[in-house]
């Protein structure tokens, strides 16, 4: 199992952007799929959205998150990203990256049980 991290959380506005990183410690994620969940407490996770392997296909997204939030890769770092723009207060969850062994992202991904490796989640508050 690879150790991943998360960061990038905070409290932000309503209308707001905030990107989250997510890396392997030691390693690149380069030829994982990795997939990003959220989860508030008293509801069940949520998948967000899902990028496969370097040289993919395009990301997946919830519907929920379409056309505000954005998962990416920097190859040279071998790191994820999740930018999220236009927040809402809804968005507020703990936000969590998964990785697969597998490099491709399948159409269940929110499921999780692809997902064999997990972050400790970072916190993102919307609220004004």
């Known amino acids: 199992q690879l150790q991943l991290v998360e960061s990038g959380g905070g409290l932000v506005q309503p209308g707001g952007s905030l990107t989250l990183s997510c890396a392997a410690s030691g390693f690149t994620l380069n030829y994982n799929a990795v997939g990003w969940f959220r989860q508030d407490p008293g509801k069940e996770r949520e998948g967000v959205g899902c990028i496969d392997r370097r040289g993919g296909g395009s990301p997946k997204y919830a519907d929920s998150v379409k056309g505000r939030f954005t998962i990416s890769r920097d190859t040279a770092e071998g790191t994820v990203y999740l930018q999220m723009n236009s927040l809402k207060p809804e968005d507020t969850a703990v936000y969590y990256c998964?990785?697969?062994?597998?490099?491709?992202?399948?159409?269940?991904?929110?499921?999780?049980?692809?997902?064999?490796?997990w972050g400790q989640g970072t916190q993102v508050t919307v609220s004004s």
């Open positions: 998964a990785a697969q062994i597998g490099g491709h992202c399948g159409t269940d991904y929110g499921a999780g049980h692809a997902f064999t490796s």
